[in-house]
């Protein structure tokens, strides 16, 4: 090529004379830390890495807060959604489900008619939207009722009558509340209080504040939650009646796990009564 | 590299500190998230105790900050909330307004516990550290298989999701600040909405009317969550 020897050798690379099996354990030792420090740039969420539940719960004392069977817990948990009145997001069970139900009736526009009702509890088969759990609120706002509808019906066939019932609306799904707690309630035999996580019921009009948590010892030391629903507030003579009958006793007791149904309806009952 | 047999095929990566799968990286050491060993002996009661044991606490949580999503967004709404916590909150308060009711009216002075500052509260360690065990928990993962599964693996989820609906909660706040005019100072210092629960201003004007729903849903999950503290013993 027409260069001295001496310009081109200080481009060579410098090869060590002992042979290859050198440069093979140099090459291992330097592999590149996109490999060895992969997790830094592998873009996947990160988490916290336990082997099984014995090195979580007995050498990290991570503990089980059992939410499975707490109201609050399963409350919080529940997905979010939109909510129709403040157009802000909040989780499903603190809010009123609503259903879309086509009209049935002798009137012959009744299948072009499209009906919203609040139900107690949210269902797959019905195009549901939500709305505030709060009675005051919603007889606020019923005057704009029309707009609870789902989005998707709301952007559907104009042809298409939406009907909100103002006058029914509200008491119809306070009936159904009701009637659900003390049918619920009238099935609970009356059973000791359990000594794990528990609600008692107690109705006193007197006292203003509509829930209490506590923690009781048990028989066995164990410390657990005792949640106090005060359903004063609800002003529901059938369940005064209910809930005092018995002097002796000061209210009555629900489990936590068998019960959740019916003290997630309560809370929700309290919520709803409240502003 | 290796194929690994998790129900769908996938590729696994093992490195000296995680093992990495198509979904996550599982990080293997808890090393820097746990308490230190000389934490028991800490006195939270004497000044430099209860800054010391405050550091501690907020370093931790702040470390799992990458755990807790791989959104941005979220991963800040993370770190205010928690800067809030521990600066500005005022949970006493918070906790006796929705206990409390009416207490606010009854009582001569309006804000029993609001008067001391954040430095000379007492640090509430055992919460502290039980809501430590709650994000803990939201950011750990449990190899289940069809034959394997763990009780606790569905209470870890049932954390995550709080967490989640937590950090969306407070994300509406700050953000609500811009469209409704209600936002974080209103909700998270002053918590109006926990004020007007029960005794509502009799004369409202049009501006305050529209205040009534945002301040209801953001009230309900407070409350919600105060009491679910309040079950848990801890302070999210």
């Known amino acids: 090529m027409g260069l001295t020897e001496s310009l081109y050798k200080k481009l060579l690379i410098n090869v060590p004379t002992k042979g290859v099996e ?9 592999v590149s830390p996109v490999v060895t420090h992969f997790e830094k740039w592998s873009d996947k969420r990160k988490k916290l890495y336990f082997k099984d539940e014995k090195e979580m719960m007995e050498e990290n004392h991570l503990g089980n807060f059992d939410l499975e069977n707490n109201v609050y817990g399963r409350l919080l948990a529940s997905p979010m959604r939109a909510e129709k009145i403040s157009k802000l997001k909040s989780c499903r069970e603190l809010l009123i489900p609503l259903k879309v139900i086509p009209m049935v009736g002798n009137d012959q526009h009744a299948e072009n008619k499209l009906k919203l009702a609040p139900i107690l509890d949210y269902s797959k088969p019905y195009k549901s939207s939500y709305i505030l759990n709060s009675a005051s609120i919603v007889r606020d706002n019923l005057a704009a009722a029309t707009s609870w509808f789902p989005l998707s019906i709301l952007q559907g066939s104009p042809s298409r009558k939406l009907v909100v019932d103002a006058t029914t609306f509200l008491s119809e799904y306070n009936v159904q509340l009701r009637e ?20 008692l019921l107690i109705y006193d009009e007197t006292k203003t504040i509509p829930i209490e948590v506590q923690h009781v010892k048990g028989a066995g030391g164990l410390k ?11 002003r529901m003579l059938a369940l005064e009646s209910m809930i005092n009958k018995d002097a002796i006793k000061e209210g009555i007791y629900l489990d936590a796990n068998n019960d959740k149904d019916l003290i997630k309806h309560l809370y929700r009952c309290i919520l709803f009564s409240l502003r | 590299m290796s194929n690994s047999t998790m129900g769908k095929p996938s590729v696994t990566i093992t490195t000296a500190k995680a093992i990495i799968n198509s979904e996550y990286t599982l990080i293997k050491s808890h090393s820097k998230y746990k308490l230190p060993a000389h934490f028991e002996k800490l006195d939270a009661g004497s000044p430099e105790g209860r800054t010391t044991v405050a550091k501690i606490f907020y370093r931790r949580f702040m470390r799992l900050k990458p755990f807790v999503s791989n959104m941005r967004m979220i991963r800040n709404t993370y770190s205010d909330y928690l800067r809030y916590k521990f600066t500005k909150e005022d949970y006493e308060l918070k906790r006796y307004l929705v206990f409390n009711p009416n207490g606010l009216q009854l009582k001569t002075s309006p804000e029993p516990m609001g008067n001391t500052k954040c430095g000379e509260k007492v640090i509430p360690k055992e919460e502290m550290q ?7 928990k939201s950011c750990s993962y449990l190899p289940e298989t069809k034959d394997q599964k763990w009780d606790i693996a569905r209470d870890n989820t049932f954390c995550r999701q709080i967490l989640k609906n937590l950090l969306t909660m407070q994300y509406e706040k700050y953000r609500s600040v811009l469209n409704r005019g209600v936002g974080h100072d209103e909700l998270d210092v002053k918590f109006s909405h926990l004020r007007t629960k029960f005794s509502p201003p009799t004369k409202l004007n049009k501006g305050d009317k529209k205040k009534i729903p945002i301040f209801k849903v953001f009230s309900d999950f407070d409350t919600t969550l105060v009491h679910l503290n309040e079950s848990l013993g801890t302070r999210l």
């Open chain 1, 224 to 234: 657990f939650t005792q949640s106090i629903f005060n359903l004063g507030c609800l």
């Open chain 1, 180 to 199: 659900l707690i003390i049918s619920r309630l009238s099935e609970i035999k009356s059973v000791e209080p359990s000594s794990k996580d528990r609600v």
């Open chain 2, 130 to 136: 039980k809501t430590m065990e709650f994000i803990l």
């Open chain 1, 22 to 30: 050198v440069s093979r354990s140099r090459h291992i030792k330097d």
